[in-house]
């Protein structure tokens, strides 16, 4: 991704990152800095974390920094009407269902949704539809691998195109 140096990260910028997640324990959750491509972003229009884009707000190309985001500039807190009992009927019959599992489905509105099954109690399964790292404390290192203006185009549609972004 081509850049001018003196860009900085803001609004209507599409930004490059590469980043590492790690958990509490110091466990890397994610990364793309192992052969992967970095992220890229159209700033300012919750394409990512909160907590993360207000990070990266006015840093420049080669920027290395660590942060800290708590779970309200994340996931939020987890939300206890996200954990509901379904019948095991809800699944495939030839599903081998197993508490960690992650599940995709529809909702009853035709809504996708992803959930883990949490508890197996006979015919009665538990799932959580809260996103794993929900109330979570999450602590990432960044590399800013590019700054640029956005398109006109990106700008309206309020997401990237082309390579690493949106094709239409």
Same mark, same amino acid.
């Given at each position: /991704?081509?850049?001018?140096?003196?860009q900085?990260?803001g609004?209507n910028k599409?930004?490059?990152?590469?980043?590492?997640?790690?958990?509490?324990? #110091? &466990?890397?959750?994610?990364?793309?800095?192992? #052969?992967?491509?970095?992220l890229?972003? =159209?700033?300012?229009?919750?394409?990512?974390?909160?907590?993360? &884009?207000?990070?990266?707000?006015?840093?420049?190309?080669?920027?290395?920094?660590?942060?800290t985001?708590?779970?309200?500039?994340?996931? #939020?807190?987890?939300?206890?009407e996200?954990?509901?009992?379904?019948?095991?009927?809800t699944?495939? @019959?030839? /599903?081998?269902?197993?508490?960690?599992?992650?599940?995709?489905?529809v909702?009853?509105? #035709?809504?996708?949704?992803?959930a883990?099954?949490?508890?197996?109690?006979?015919?009665?399964?538990?799932?959580?539809?809260?996103?794993? =790292?929900?109330?979570?404390?999450?602590?990432?290192?960044?590399?800013?691998?590019?700054?640029?203006?956005?398109?006109? @185009?990106e700008? =309206?549609?309020?997401?990237v195109?082309?390579?690493?972004?949106?094709?239409?």
């Open positions: /991704m081509a850049a001018d140096t003196k900085v990260v609004p599409v930004v490059a990152v590469y980043f590492t997640l790690k958990n509490e324990a #110091g &466990e890397v959750v994610e990364t793309n800095r192992r #052969g992967g491509k970095p890229i972003y =159209l700033h300012g229009t919750k394409a990512i974390l909160p907590g993360l &884009e207000k990070a990266l707000e006015g840093r420049a190309k080669d920027a290395q920094f660590s942060v985001i708590p779970p309200e500039l994340a996931w #939020g807190s987890p939300r206890p996200f954990i509901e009992k379904v019948l095991r009927s699944f495939p @019959e030839d /599903m081998k269902v197993q508490v960690g599992l992650l599940v995709r489905g909702d009853p509105n #035709g809504k996708p949704i992803t883990t099954i949490v508890s197996i109690e006979g015919d009665e399964i538990t799932i959580d539809r809260n996103h794993p =790292l929900a109330g979570k404390t999450l602590y990432y290192d960044v590399i800013v691998a590019g700054v640029r203006d956005a398109t006109r @185009e700008a =309206l549609h309020g997401h195109h082309g390579a690493g972004g949106a094709h239409h």
